[in-house]
């Protein structure tokens, strides 16, 4: 169970975590503008504007991740296939963000996948 608690804990992290490749951008664009930050990301370009998609990304992903986490508590189908998906999804996750980062779109979408699975799995997995 800490497995998955501290998954959890790491997956509520990594949308902030990926902030700070957008607000690096920002930066770069004249100053960070606090007073209108979601302005000033609306006109980043290249590296900043897929900074700004995976940090997006990286919310819209934790919704499932956290649905399948509490059909796994529910369960109580908490061991070790469940643990090493909620591993995968993180390391997928990661890895979304670095490709995004520097553009390697295919294996983004390809590391995606992987991370879209994991949960899907782990619900499946919970049905048993």
Known sequence: MNTL???AIIAALLP??????????MNKQG???????????SKLTGFGARALAAHQNSFESLLIFTIALVVVFAS??????????????????VLYCICYY?????????VWLVGLICPIAMMIYSLN
């Open 5 to 7: 608690i501290l998954c």
């Open 16 to 25: 902030y975590l990926a902030k700070a490749p957008v607000a690096i951008a």
């Open 31 to 41: 100053g960070y503008d606090n007073r209108h930050p979601r302005a000033q990301q």
């Open 76 to 93: 109580n189908t908490i061991n070790s296939t469940t643990e090493t998906l909620a591993i995968i999804h993180l390391i997928a996750r």
């Open 102 to 110: 520097v553009n390697w779109h295919i294996l983004r979408s390809s």
